[in-house]
């Protein structure tokens, strides 16, 4: 089936330690979205990618780090410097390509991320 | 992109029409209306878009009033598989993929 894996579910780590959370998809989708979801709280855009080997700043990329070195592959690492990690991560992929044309985002299904 | 207000809950009964109003009235006439919803603890799901016409699909309807300053979706047999966050979103087509997503309306379906 088509679509956009995470992985681990649940994450947790020491404080002090990076750690890196998987995307994959195999949905040939161009764009790649990393965000962050905080309880009770709406979506925050992390980093983003539209192509291979470039990507964007979003609103709040202090403290984490990514690559996009694959196509269907786009790893977020929260470094140490992120004050306050722990939170739900979801990523997205989309088919827009820069055009007039309206895609829709497809989210995985989330890693709940818990630094202690 | 425009700011949107949505109420933040709402309860339906099983069964019947779940109404879920959002207002964009700073909206520009280039941005289109998106809906997502999310169920708890999992990734949000795309429902449907517009611009400036009514739209339907398989999940639900879209009506935007014809100044395009709020717009309605609309769950014609709400279950309670639909109990969810929904999301009313406002944004240029060609921005990079960007989705502002604000608290959205909890909907409760109850039976």
């Known amino acids: 089936d088509g679509g956009i894996t995470q992985s681990p579910k649940y994450l947790f780590r020491k404080e002090g330690q990076n750690v890196t959370l998987s995307c994959e998809q195999n949905?040939?989708?161009?764009?790649m979205y990393w965000y962050r979801q905080d309880p009770g709280q709406g979506l925050r855009l992390i980093y983003y990618?539209?192509?291979?080997?470039?990507?964007q700043k979003g609103d709040i990329a202090e403290g984490y780090s990514v690559s996009r070195e694959k196509k269907e592959s786009f790893p977020l690492t929260v470094t140490s410097a992120q004050k306050n990690p722990t939170a739900f991560y979801l990523c997205a992929s989309s088919n827009e390509k820069g055009s007039s044309m309206v895609y829709e985002q497809y989210f995985g299904p989330g890693t709940r991320l818990t630094v202690t | 992109d425009a700011k949107t207000t949505q109420p933040p809950s709402m309860d339906c009964a099983e069964g019947r029409a779940a109404n879920l109003p959002c207002n964009h009235s700073?909206?520009?006439?280039?941005?289109?209306v998106y809906w997502y919803r999310q169920i708890h603890s999992q990734g949000p799901q795309y429902i449907i878009h517009g611009l400036k016409n009514n739209e339907t699909n398989e999940m639900a309807s879209l009506i935007i009033t014809e100044d395009r300053k709020s717009s309605t979706l609309i769950l014609p047999h709400a279950t309670l598989r639909d109990t969810a966050v929904y999301y009313c979103i406002v944004r240029v087509a060609n921005q990079g993929g960007k989705l502002i997503f604000g608290q959205g309306t909890e909907l409760s379906v109850k039976p």
């Open positions: 949905l040939n989708h161009d764009a």
């Open positions: 990618s539209q192509i291979v080997n470039d990507f």
């Open positions: 700073t909206i520009s006439g280039n941005e289109y």
